[in-house]
T-cell receptor, first 116, second 109 residues
């Protein structure tokens, strides 16, 4: 089973709202990722969690706050977003972080976010 | 440094072949190929780890030329289901995948 699930599928929020995106995997992977993808662009890495600890933050604004409650779950808390933050947010997981030769990343279906 | 993919877009008739290239200015530790259909998640196709390695997946295969830091994805006898955007993801030993800009493939009946 190589499934990564994400909820919700779609989200519309105002600039003053607080919302959360959720991601779950049951493959026993110890690395989880958040990516942002704009239309007709490749996924851009935002955060990497390795063994439930934040290992990489790609200079993401603080209005995005990641959380990894356990090895299977990854959240992305959103607060005071801007319209330009509207995008597809993808979660991914892999066996370990930083070892791309030991396996690839499996992506979830994404949450399509619209900020009004 | 983002890998460079070529071509940016290609239109095929069913049954035709295509090659998508992915080049890097830095040495690549591994190359990962994905296909993404509109509105869906990127789907893993294959990973290449060694120079000269070739891998196959049904009628889709890939090679990795370590000297040239280039990987190529070969699609033979294309089917309608092959339509989508193909991304290569390169790791230049930073432990992160950096994706090329994508190649949009359209297969027409």
């Amino acid at each position: 089973d190589t499934e990564v699930t994400q909820t919700p599928k779609h989200l519309v929020m105002g600039m003053t709202n607080k919302k959360s995106l959720k991601c779950e995997q049951h493959m026993g992977h110890r690395a989880m990722y958040w990516y942002k993808q704009k239309a007709k662009k490749p996924p851009e890495l935002m955060f990497v969690y390795s063994y439930e600890k934040l290992s990489i933050n790609e200079s993401v604004p603080s209005r995005f706050s990641p959380e990894c409650p356990n090895s299977s779950l990854l959240n992305l808390h959103l607060h005071a977003l801007q319209p330009e933050d509207s995008a597809l947010y993808l979660c991914a997981s892999s066996q370990v972080a930083g070892q791309t030769r030991q396996g690839t990343q499996y992506f979830g279906p994404g949450t399509r976010l619209l900020v009004l | 440094q983002q890998p460079v993919q070529s071509p940016q877009a290609v239109i095929l008739r069913e049954g035709e072949d295509a090659v998508i290239n992915c080049s890097s200015s830095k040495a690549l530790y591994s190359v990962h190929w994905y296909r993404q259909k509109h509105g869906e998640a990127p789907v893993f196709l294959m990973i290449l780890l060694k120079g000269g390695e070739q891998k196959g997946h049904e009628k889709i295969s890939a090679s990795f030329n370590e000297k040239k830091q280039q990987s190529s994805l070969y699609l033979t006898a294309s089917q309608l289901s092959y339509s989508g955007t193909y991304f290569c993801g390169g790791d230049n030993q930073g432990g992160k995948l950096i994706f090329g800009q994508g190649t949009e493939l359209s297969v027409k009946p």
